[in-house]
């Protein structure tokens, strides 16, 4: 079995000074003797964006015999405590690693003809399933993961590592 967790980076970086900013801004506007309720909703978001960053603070991929489960958090937090996708082998018609734009955005993303899963970086395994759907799976090391895809649904799987999509 194959199980990788890459950290998210990007939205570490990104959501934890902004809950720290809002938490910053309400102690502000608590001394500066603003209403109540401002000081409780700044907080409110700051929870909501530190809860954000956290669930998507990792991702971990696994691939065994019956397909791919994609999960976010830490590796502590158990699987059903945080948002999951199984994938399974028999859906799966292609691999590839491709290269996405950075304007797609980093969490769960509708893109056109599917869905990315990605917490960090530019690369992605792009999985084709029967449907015609595809699901993108962001990697710090997406060769490795479509090798491994590859290996356990070798039957139908076929591979182009040159892609790359706008």
């Not at 991702?59 to 958090?73: N, Q």
Request: aromatic share 12%; with cysteine.
């Amino acid at each position: 079995m194959y199980r990788h967790t890459q950290a998210g980076s990007v939205i570490i970086w990104t959501l934890g000074p902004a809950a720290a900013g809002l938490l910053i801004s309400a102690s502000v506007a608590h001394v500066r003797g603003a209403p109540a309720w401002t000081v409780v909703y700044l907080c409110f978001l700051a929870f909501l964006i530190g809860l954000v960053g956290f669930v998507f603070s990792s991702m971990t991929v696994c691939v065994d015999e019956k397909g791919v489960r994609v999960f976010f958090g830490p590796d502590w937090l158990p699987a059903r405590m945080g948002f999951r996708k199984f994938l399974p082998a028999a859906e799966i018609v292609s691999c590839r690693v491709v290269a996405v734009t950075w304007w797609w955005g980093y969490g769960i993303r509708i893109i056109p003809r599917g869905v990315m899963y990605r917490v960090s970086g530019r690369r992605c395994v792009e999985m084709t399933l029967k449907s015609g759907r595809r699901a993108l799976l962001g990697s710090d090391e997406p060769d490795e993961l479509c090798r491994q895809i590859e290996g356990r649904f070798s039957r139908d799987i076929h591979r182009n590592t040159d892609a790359c999509i706008a």
